[in-house]
Every structure is written in C-alpha cells, then in structure tokens.
C-alpha cells in the first residue's frame, strides 16, 4: 500500500505532486507528505490529516520547487504520526518545512523492508540518528551512506542491500534536477512528458499531467531529468545491472475523481452503480465463446479439467461462489485458496489446473504472489477475473476477463464484487459449454437471464428504505450472525465483512447448518442473525435453522426471496426481495447487505469511506 508521485519538471510539480496524493489516497491515509528542492535544501510538510490539508500547510508554508516527491502512507512500521510521515530525510532531525536546514536524501517508499533492523543496527553503528520507527528512514540513511556525487549509483547500490518489497522515490539536496525511482515487488510507473517526467504508484495519479505511461519491471531502476529518462534493469544470475527500453503506453487512465452527485458517499454510489456496472460488464456479449477471456482462451480450456482460485478478501468470496458454479454447471473441480495461506504451504500441483485469480486492483501482493507461485509450480494456465486493465495482474496472466465496474474509490468493495460474480458466471457457462455440459437451450436461458440483472438489482436497490430501517436497530448492537447456505454462505461471509469493515460492529458469518456445532452458544436476544434465505432447494433445511436461533432467543433479520413464504413474526423481521432469480440469486442477495452495512456505518458516524486501518489497495503482503 501507500502511494508515490515524483517529479521532475520546468514548472512548480507542487500541485501536481499534491492533485496526485488525492488519487492515490485509496492506497492508505494514515499520513501524507511531500518534500520540494527549495532554495538549494531539501523542504517538506508532512500531516497526519488528509491531503487537503497538507495542501493548506504546502500553500501557507511557500513550498515549492521543480523537482519533488510525495507519499501517501498506510502505516506498518511505527503509528500514524508526523514522526513517521513520509518522505523521509536522511540525517532528518525533525526539520519541517520552515526549516532551513534539512538532511541530503529525501525519500519515499511503499512496501516493506524485511531486513530493516539489521540495517538500521549497522546505520546507527556508523552515527546515523533515527528520528522514525520506519523501515523507510533506513533506506534514506543507507542512500546517504552510499552516496558519492552521482544519486543513481547510489540507489543502484543501495537496493543490493535490501530484502523485502519495495517501491521508491528519491532525490538529493546536491543534484537539484533529479529523481530517481526504483520497484520489486510493488508498484511503479514512470511517466514521460515534455521536458518534465514523473513517476507514480498508479498511473491514475497521472491523469491529466500525461498519458504517456512505462510500466516498470521487476528490479528497475529509474532515472528521470527534466527532458529525458533512463532504465537499468537488474541482471539474471548475478550478471551486471544494464540499461532497456521499456515500452512506452498510452495509457486513458481515468482520474478516479468521480463526483458524488446526489450520493453522500462513494459506497453508496458505487452500491447504487451496480446495475450500470453489471450492464457494462456484460456489453456486447452475444454468446458464451472462450474468446471472451483473451486469444488463445479456447486452447488453455481444452487442457484444463480442475480450477484453482487464488484471492483475497472480498474478491475471495465471489470466487467460492464461483466454486459452487463451477462444480453443479461445469462440472470441473474447483478449489478457491486465500492467496496469503496458498502462496506459503506445500500443496500438490496439477498442471491441468486453470489458475483463476480475482482481484478488483489488479495489485494485490499476495494474490500476485499467490500466482507466481502458481505459476512456479508448472501451472502455467492463467487467468485473471480484474477490474484494471493496466493492472500487474492482467500483464501476469495469460487470460484475462476485465470487469466494467468502473474507478471503485470507497475501501469496502461493492460495485468490483457483483461485477466479479457476472465475470465468473461467463467463466462457468464456458467452461460448462466447451466440456459439453450446456445446451443451447440452458445457454440462451442464462445469457437472457445475465442482461436482465440490471432490471432485477433496480428492484432491489428499491428497498434501502427498509433496510435504513433495520441499520437503525444495528446501529447499537457490537455483535452479529450472519448465515447462508450453499451458494449463499459466501454472500453470508460478504456481509459479515462489509459490517465489521466499515461499521466496526463485529459480524461472524456461518453456514447456517454449522450453527449448532457452536455458534449457536452466543444466540441471545442481544444477538442479530442476518439470514439470506432464497427460495432454493436448500430453504427448508434454511428455515429449520432460523428456527434453532429464535428457540434460543434470537432476532432474526431475514432477506427472504419473495415467493418463500417466510413472514414477520414476533423476533422474526423480513425484507422481502424479488422473486428467486435462480443461480444468479447471490448477485442480488448480496446487495441488501452492502446497503445494511452502509447504513449502520452512516447511523454509527464512522468514516465510511476510508474506514479506520485500512486501503483499498494492499500492495503489501
Ligand atoms: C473488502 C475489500 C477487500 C478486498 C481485498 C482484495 O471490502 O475490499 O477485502 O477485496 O483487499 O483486493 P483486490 O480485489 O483488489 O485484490
């Protein structure tokens, strides 16, 4: 996580370098900061509040230069505090940005340092002070320690010493007209402009300042000047570090800043952009053909007989979904592995498994860990279910199916998970049709089916009224059930985390048949037990369960489909949702839920949209 701009132009890049922080915000807020080569000194304003704010301290304080850096940082090492702000200076004492004199090596980082305490053990050997607990200020101090006239040679051999992940920007009190920037493991981009060239985290920081975009590699070094740039690439098997070209794209990065309208925050609108956003995903398409996921798709599906699903949080719950599509109409074994757990534990390799990862960012450490592991093990069959078309991700993959949702700017994701699911369901009727398992009958119902859902999420969306309502009651309760079953217990698990994310009330989802072997211990008539309750082959077995939690007390809040004569009772309280809509029933069951969510947050006054602790894109493992 955290996010960098740099730059190096003719002009003030503050507002550049400033406008860039505000996109990269959804990589962390707990601090941010820029630092200026002003007046022959380095000069930085740091702030632990938002970057509209540093903004203010920027403009008030006179900061500006040609040449600077800027950070967005989520926290890992050290608290959110000044103190720990990016950027940071190498023999930095404390000095703000009033302040005359600062350190030689002003940098900024994102990722993280494994090694951190033994260099910083070493450093402090040789007399450098520590004004942080971040694993940051070592890389300065190790830059300053190796400097010797020339910045990139530094940096070049700085990074030789440092194990970890890491995404840098660095420039030098003594080289005015330079930064220099350097990736592994975590993102990068270099952006080319006329006489002025720029780098980012994210090419969406760059919006509007060029489109002119270099996907760095694994390794690169960077050096950007005012008119030109050059790349070293690390070599292979310890050969010397030598100068590419990388490809220069053209890149119609949206700015992300998407306006509220009459929305009060992102989530919301991006909840109320569903139907927009599956209709998008699913345009154009007028048959199920392996040629929706990318050339070549038909040959890699032909030798494939099991699936893999690699993902991490939300997006690993529209993969178990997925699973449960996948098994009943494709018939093909699917497994769905968290990437953090997969990408560290000894399992058995197949290499007729179809490696799917999911991810809305595209950027995910561990999911893209997850897949080179992958990939490390002989399962070379790849594909990528991705809300970013210039993400790493789809560059990793061989196949890639990109979802429409559009920029996704609240942390909690809404919009990229039902657009994940409509991605996944094409993903299963091709798999389904290429292994004989669909007929042109059940394929017309589905596609007929699939465009109906913008339709069929606008009924839904017609009940916000009703679940305010309930949020209402949600708002002073700390704990709370969620239960599914089959199909649906991953849409039990979504809402459970969309509550505790953004409301901090803590939310357990379970299969609802699991109920008795323990959960059921903490039913009171303090406890609310969300159920999702579709009117499908399992809902007698459902409505048994419902009945063990109101035995012991327990409110029910259940999404019940309209035509299961589920009704309100004493401790039993119901919305009732459309008809059932079949196997696609979980890409509106889950939409009720992102709006309880929601709504308990707003009525608990959290921050919805940058909800404590968290980004929105974790680029760190
Ligand atoms: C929760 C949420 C996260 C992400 C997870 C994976 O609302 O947004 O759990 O789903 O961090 O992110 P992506 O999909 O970008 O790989």
């Not at 809404?414 to 409509?422: D, H, I, S, V």
Request: hydrophobic share 40%; with cysteine.
């Amino acid at each position: 996580m955290c996010g960098i701009v740099g730059a190096v132009s003719q002009r003030n890049i503050v507002p550049i370098l400033i406008q860039g922080l505000q996109r990269l915000e959804y990589r962390g807020y707990d601090s941010c900061g820029v630092a200026v080569h002003q007046g022959g000194e380095l000069r930085r304003a740091r702030s632990t509040s938002r970057v509209a704010e540093l903004n203010e301290m920027v403009a008030v304080d006179g900061v500006e230069g040609l040449v600077g850096i800027a950070h967005t940082r989520w926290a890992t090492h050290g608290v959110p505090a000044v103190h720990n702000a990016h950027p940071h200076f190498s023999h930095g004492t404390g000095h703000e940005a009033k302040s005359a004199k600062a350190g030689r090596i002003a940098l900024v980082h994102n990722g993280i340092i494994e090694n951190h305490d033994e260099l910083r053990a070493d450093l402090k050997a040789r007399g450098y002070a520590f004004t942080s607990q971040t694993d940051t200020e070592v890389i300065a101090h190790l830059v300053d320690s190796l400097y010797d006239g020339d910045l990139f040679d530094a940096v070049e051999r700085a990074i030789a010493h440092l194990k970890g992940a890491y995404a840098i920007a660095v420039f030098c009190r003594d080289e005015p007209l330079r930064v220099i920037g350097a990736r592994e493991g975590s993102p990068l981009v270099l952006g080319v402009g006329v006489g002025e060239n720029f780098l980012a985290s994210d090419a969406m920081a760059l919006a509007g300042v060029t489109d002119q975009i270099v996907y760095l590699e694994e390794g690169d070094v960077v050096d950007l000047q005012q008119g030109k740039y050059w790349i070293t690439a690390k070599g292979e098997d310890g050969a010397a570090r030598s100068r590419v070209e990388r490809p220069v794209k053209t890149v119609h990065a949206h700015s992300g800043a998407a306006e509220l309208g009459p929305y009060r925050h992102y989530m919301q609108k991006e909840i109320f952009e569903q139907p927009r956003a599956i209709g998008d995903t699913l345009e154009g398409i007028e048959g199920i053909t392996p040629e929706l996921f990318g050339d070549g798709a038909a040959e890699v599906f032909a030798n494939v007989d099991k699936v893999l699903i690699l993902a991490c949080g939300t997006s690993s719950y529209s993969g178990m979904t997925a699973k449960y599509w996948l098994e009943s109409i494709a018939k093909i074994p699917a497994q769905v592995e968290i990437a953090s757990e997969y990408r560290y534990r000894d399992s058995v390799p197949d290499p007729r498994t179809l490696i799917v990862t999911i991810t809305q960012s595209g950027e995910t450490a561990d999911t893209l860990a997850a897949l080179k592991h992958a990939r490390s093990l002989g399962m070379t069959n790849t594909l990528t279910v991705c809300n970013v078309s210039t993400s790493a991700m789809v560059r990793e993959c061989k196949l890639a199916y990109i979802t429409r949702a559009g920029a996704e700017i609240g942390v909690a994701s809404t919009k990229a998970f039902t657009t994940q699911l409509a991605g996944l369901f094409l993903l299963t009727l091709t798999l389904a049709k290429t292994r004989g398992h669909l007929s042109a009958e059940q394929e017309a119902d589905h596609l007929k089916a699939m465009r109906h859902l913008p339709v069929a999420l606008q009924a839904v969306l017609a009940l916000e009224p009703q679940v305010i309502a309930w949020a209402e009651d949600f708002a002073s309760k700390e704990n709370a059930l969620f239960l599914g079953r089959g199909l649906h217990y991953p849409i039990a698990l979504e809402g459970a985390l969309k509550l505790k994310e953004i409301s901090y009330i803590h939310a357990e989802a379970y299969p609802a048949g699991e109920l008795k072997h323990g959960p059921l211990a903490l039913v009171t008539s303090a406890m609310p037990v969300v159920t999702v309750a579709p009117n499908d082959a399992l809902l007698e077995k459902l409505k048994s369960n419902m009945q063990e939690v109101r035995a012991r007390g327990g409110q029910l809040y259940v999404f019940a489909d309209g035509d299961t004569r589920i009704e309100s009772d004493s401790g039993v309280h119901v919305i009732r949702m459309p008809e059932h809509y079949g196997a696609l029933s979980p890409i509106l069951h889950v939409v009720p839920l992102q709006l309880l969510a929601y709504h308990t947050a707003c009525a608990r006054g959290t921050d919805v949209d940058k909800p404590r602790n968290l980004a929105k894109s974790v680029t760190v493992e």
